[in-house]
């Protein structure tokens, strides 16, 4: 429905417009009345007008100035003037200043002042339509400007050089550009069994992922990772969130490539000057990863390292080892170790520094020296370790054979036995089979079978659920309110039900009969 106005200083002119039109079926309602220029504008200023209906001739100001100040004033609404044979010149200088018909008063009747109505009602639906479809290209365009700017950034962030006013990509748009955005990273691993999946492909999934929302997520792929920004006002609007969309792309991901990428997002919108400095944040906090593992999304998160730093942890460790091996004290070490790597934990410390940090400790000199062979071997365990759990357990079996504390003495098997039996402490949690232990080690898996039992006098499995057994059950004691699911999960179980049978056999008790105890 329009709003018409009607200017007119004739009382009975007013009257006959109220009466012979059937407002409602000709699209319009008589929203207001004026008896001069004065009133109308002040009108026009006041309430929502559409179209204006004007007589010429008023005292104070006449049809024409109000035509003029409408004008003056931008109305765009469809304007008719009322005449009188006698005022063609007026007529004529109205249609020039902007009216867009007149009408003779003394054809004035229901019929005729319809079929006016009508043509007005088709003007301002062609204007509406018109300023349509302009809102859509001022919108389009405006839209084009950010996704020209998040294309410059995704590329600009990840770039190696100083950024400097010339390298910035908003100093080169028309226009400052203000509007919250989200970010995310995601960095491909190398899986161990299956070559890595390409760039394209997981840029793909990204962009299925994010394809139900109104707005694209610009992506910037650079050596293993892939820089991703969306807007957080089309995030918004879709009603759903960063944490849920990316969580939804690490199942993609995983079930698509058999291996867990490691996501990194910043939880909250940011402004497109602080760009670098968060994408440097996500980068800093991929090691995260490795302490809290790539089951899902990681919030990016600012640590700082002078509270403790990493020399005087490593210092520690080594301190702290060397004196559990004097007094043989297992207990001893394995408390030095978990210190440690908690303190890496703290510190968000770099994955291969911690590496760095057990070469160290495993060439210190001393009695009971793994062989050099051996040590090796550990070596390149070390490196492949996935989690800062699994190092951690590997560096305590390690140390356990060098005090001598080890019930299997990794120096008495063949080498081919070491490096099953360091393989398994360094992958429990896994989906260990016969065939891909019996493929790392290079043997026919009927052999590999034989030679361990021979060797250390119990079967492979049974070795591997002792692992796995003394690990959960170090779980249970460090945190007895754990749910028993977790940590089934933890040491390599699918089926939690499974998972307390093979305890109870191992331990005698139930899960929570142990934790109760």
Same mark, same amino acid.
């Given at each position: 429905?329009?709003?018409?106005?009607?200017?007119?200083?004739?009382?009975?002119?007013?009257?006959?417009?109220?009466?012979?039109?059937?407002?409602?079926?000709?699209?319009?309602?008589?929203?207001?009345?004026?008896?001069?220029?004065?009133?109308?504008?002040?009108?026009?200023?006041?309430?929502?007008?559409?179209?204006?209906?004007?007589?010429?001739?008023?005292?104070?100001?006449?049809?024409?100035?109000?035509?003029?100040?409408?004008?003056?004033?931008?109305?765009?609404?469809?304007?008719?003037?009322?005449?009188?044979?006698?005022?063609?010149?007026?007529?004529?200088?109205?249609?020039?200043?902007?009216?867009?018909?007149?009408?003779?008063?003394?054809?004035?009747?229901?019929?005729?002042?319809?079929?006016?109505?009508?043509?007005?009602?088709?003007?301002?639906?062609?204007?509406?339509?018109?300023?349509?479809?302009?809102?859509?290209?001022?919108?389009?365009?405006?839209?084009?400007?950010?996704?020209?700017?998040?294309?410059?950034?995704?590329?600009?962030?990840?770039?190696?050089?100083?950024?400097?006013?010339?390298?910035?990509?908003?100093?080169?748009?028309?226009?400052?550009?203000?509007?919250?955005?989200?970010?995310?990273?995601?960095?491909?691993?190398?899986?161990?069994?299956?070559?890595? &999946?390409?760039?394209?492909?997981?840029?793909?999934?990204?962009?299925?992922?994010?394809?139900?929302?109104?707005?694209?997520?610009?992506?910037?792929?650079?050596?293993? =990772?892939?820089?991703?920004?969306?807007?957080?006002?089309?995030?918004?609007?879709?009603?759903?969130?960063?944490?849920?969309?990316?969580?939804?792309?690490?199942?993609?991901?995983?079930?698509?490539?058999?291996?867990? &990428?490691?996501?990194?997002?910043?939880?909250?919108?940011?402004?497109?000057? =602080?760009?670098?400095?968060?994408?440097?944040?996500?980068?800093?906090?991929?090691?995260?990863?490795?302490?809290?593992?790539?089951?899902?999304?990681?919030?990016?998160?600012?640590?700082?390292?002078?509270?403790?730093?990493?020399?005087?942890?490593?210092?520690?460790?080594?301190?702290?080892?060397?004196?559990?091996?004097?007094?043989?004290?297992?207990?001893?070490?394995?408390?030095?170790?978990?210190?440690?790597?908690?303190?890496?934990?703290?510190?968000?410390?770099?994955?291969?520094?911690?590496?760095?940090?057990?070469?160290?400790?495993?060439?210190?000199?001393?009695?009971?020296?793994?062989?050099?062979?051996?040590?090796?071997?550990?070596?390149?365990?070390?490196?492949?370790?996935?989690?800062?759990?699994?190092?951690?357990?590997?560096?305590?079996?390690?140390?356990?054979?060098?005090?001598?504390?080890?019930?299997?003495?990794?120096?008495?098997?063949?080498?081919?036995?070491?490096?099953?039996?360091?393989?398994?402490?360094?992958?429990?949690?896994?989906?260990?089979?016969?065939?891909?232990?019996?493929?790392?080690?290079?043997?026919?898996?009927?052999?590999?079978?034989?030679?361990?039992?021979?060797?250390?006098?119990?079967?492979?499995?049974?070795?591997?659920? =002792?692992?796995?057994?003394?690990?959960?059950?170090?779980?249970?004691?460090?945190?007895?309110?754990?749910?028993?699911?977790?940590?089934?999960?933890?040491?390599?179980?699918?089926?939690?039900?499974?998972?307390?049978?093979?305890?109870?056999?191992?331990?005698?008790?139930?899960?929570?009969?142990?934790?109760?105890?």
């Amino acid at each position: 429905m329009y709003n018409l106005l009607l200017v007119d200083d004739e009382p009975l002119i007013k009257v006959a417009f109220q009466s012979a039109v059937e407002w409602g079926k000709n699209g319009f309602l008589l929203a207001a009345t004026a008896s001069n220029g004065q009133e109308a504008l002040h009108i026009v200023e006041t309430q929502h007008i559409d179209a204006v209906i004007t007589d010429l001739k008023m005292p104070g100001m006449d049809g024409l100035a109000l035509i003029h100040e409408l004008k003056k004033r931008s109305f765009t609404g469809p304007i008719l003037v009322l005449s009188n044979y006698s005022d063609f010149d007026s007529v004529r200088t109205a249609l020039t200043d902007g009216a867009y018909d007149y009408f003779l008063k003394i054809n004035m009747n229901g019929e005729s002042i319809g079929e006016h109505l009508e043509k007005m009602a088709d003007l301002l639906r062609v204007q509406q339509q018109r300023q349509t479809e302009e809102d859509h290209r001022s919108f389009a365009i405006e839209a084009q400007k950010k996704e020209n700017a998040l294309i410059h950034c995704a590329q600009w962030i990840t770039s190696t050089a100083e950024p400097s006013p010339a390298s910035n990509p908003f100093s080169m748009l028309p226009e400052p550009l203000s509007f919250p955005i989200r970010l995310f990273t995601v960095t491909l691993i190398p899986a161990k069994t299956h070559p890595m &999946p390409a760039l394209d492909a997981v840029t793909d999934l990204i962009t299925e992922v994010f394809d139900e929302i109104s707005g694209k997520v610009f992506l910037h792929t650079h050596e293993d =990772e892939i820089c991703g920004l969306i807007s957080n006002e089309s995030l918004v609007a879709s009603g759903r969130t960063l944490d849920k969309k990316l969580a939804r792309l690490q199942r993609q991901v995983t079930t698509y490539f058999l291996d867990a &990428p490691v996501i990194i997002y910043h939880d909250k919108p940011i402004s497109l000057a =602080e760009l670098r400095q968060d994408y440097q944040l996500c980068e800093d906090s991929k090691a995260l990863a490795f302490y809290v593992g790539r089951s899902a999304p990681i919030k990016a998160t600012a640590h700082t390292v002078t509270a403790h730093p990493f020399h005087v942890s490593q210092a520690e460790l080594s301190k702290a080892t060397a004196v559990a091996a004097q007094n043989a004290d297992e207990l001893q070490m394995q408390i030095a170790v978990h210190t440690f790597f908690q303190n890496c934990a703290a510190l968000c410390m770099p994955p291969q520094r911690v590496r760095e940090a057990c070469h160290l400790l495993l060439e210190r000199p001393g009695e009971n020296m793994i062989p050099q062979e051996t040590l090796e071997q550990t070596f390149k365990e070390i490196e492949k370790a996935p989690t800062a759990e699994a190092l951690e357990q590997l560096l305590c079996l390690i140390l356990q054979e060098r005090m001598g504390l080890s019930k299997i003495a990794l120096s008495k098997f063949k080498k081919e036995v070491q490096a099953v039996i360091i393989y398994v402490n360094a992958h429990y949690m896994d989906k260990l089979t016969l065939d891909s232990i019996a493929d790392y080690v290079g043997l026919n898996r009927e052999y590999l079978s034989r030679l361990f039992s021979k060797e250390t006098g119990i079967g492979l499995f049974q070795y591997i659920n =002792e692992v796995r057994m003394k690990r959960a059950g170090e779980m249970i004691r460090s945190n007895k309110q754990v749910y028993i699911k977790e940590v089934a999960a933890a040491v390599g179980f699918d089926d939690p039900y499974f998972f307390s049978r093979k305890f109870k056999d191992f331990y005698g008790k139930t899960p929570s009969e142990y934790a109760e105890a």
